[in-house]
């Protein structure tokens, strides 16, 4: 019987190792954020990771400055947990990133990661990092794209001209693990999203070697929708359900 659900976070990262590549996905928000496998890896102390996804993350200590500034308009929950935990926690070595940066005065652990010379950035487009994930799932080894042509992204890319128009060769991006986030799920590992979650979750899942889902409820074989799946299960080797409570990041599950 397939049954991919497992008991606790820390079993759906028991056999990560270090210098992993990790895909989170997340967009930037809580709502789409796989928070508690991030708070797995972060118990599991594996180092030398390799992140991949849109941000940096804020970490603990600018989400809580956020959390105290924005109360009035908005609420920002406890139990968000981004790759910034990881990041200044020094469990990190380089970030495969859009927006590494943050909107903010006080930099994030991944800014401060950088400018000390301990965390290696390579920066791209959102479009060109879905379409390298893209590629690895699909098992494309490569593809040309016109985007970053005459600027640094080029720079160490072979460059072919198609129909009098440059175009770079990116190689596809392919994870150990891809951390996801999704609305529900079954036993067989399909997938349903809610609201942001289906920007960067969708396309990490496969991408991986392992792709692990962190979902709000798990239902019934033949309750979801097959017309509302967006990943199919046979993109996804284990699901963990979040917790119904509010947990602490270091708080063992």
């Known amino acids: 019987m397939i049954n991919k659900i497992v008991g606790s976070f820390d079993e759906a990262v028991a056999d990560m190792v270090d210098g992993a590549t990790v895909m989170i996905g997340s967009f930037g928000g809580p709502a789409e954020c796989p928070s508690y ?143 996801i986030r999704a609305h529900k799920a079954d036993r067989y590992g399909n997938l349903v999203y809610r609201g942001t979650a289906r920007t960067f979750n969708p396309v990490m899942a496969g991408a991986s070697t392992v792709t692990i889902a962190e979902v709000d409820e798990v239902v019934e074989l033949g309750e979801l929708d097959p017309e509302c799946v967006v990943t199919p299960g046979v993109y996804v080797q284990r699901v963990v359900v979040r917790p119904k409570e509010l947990r602490p990041w270091d708080e063992a599950m």
């Open 37 to 179: 496998l991030i708070a797995a890896v972060a118990r599991k102390g594996v180092k030398d990771l390799t992140i991949v996804g849109n941000t940096g993350g804020w970490g603990p200590d600018l989400l809580a400055i956020l959390r105290e500034r924005m109360a009035v308009i908005l609420t920002i929950p406890e139990d968000w947990y981004d790759p910034g935990l990881l990041v200044g926690r020094g469990q990190v070595k380089k970030g495969v990133l859009c927006f590494p940066a943050a909107p903010a005065r006080v930099l994030t652990p991944f800014e401060q990661g950088v400018l000390q010379g301990q965390v290696e950035l390579e920066l791209m487009g959102q479009g060109t990092l879905c379409e390298r994930m893209r590629a690895a799932r699909g098992g494309i080894a490569a593809f040309y794209t016109p985007v970053g042509v005459g600027t640094v992204v080029e720079e160490g890319k072979e460059v072919r001209e198609f129909n009098g128009r440059k175009y770079l060769l990116e190689h596809a991006l392919k994870g150990d693990y891809s951390l």
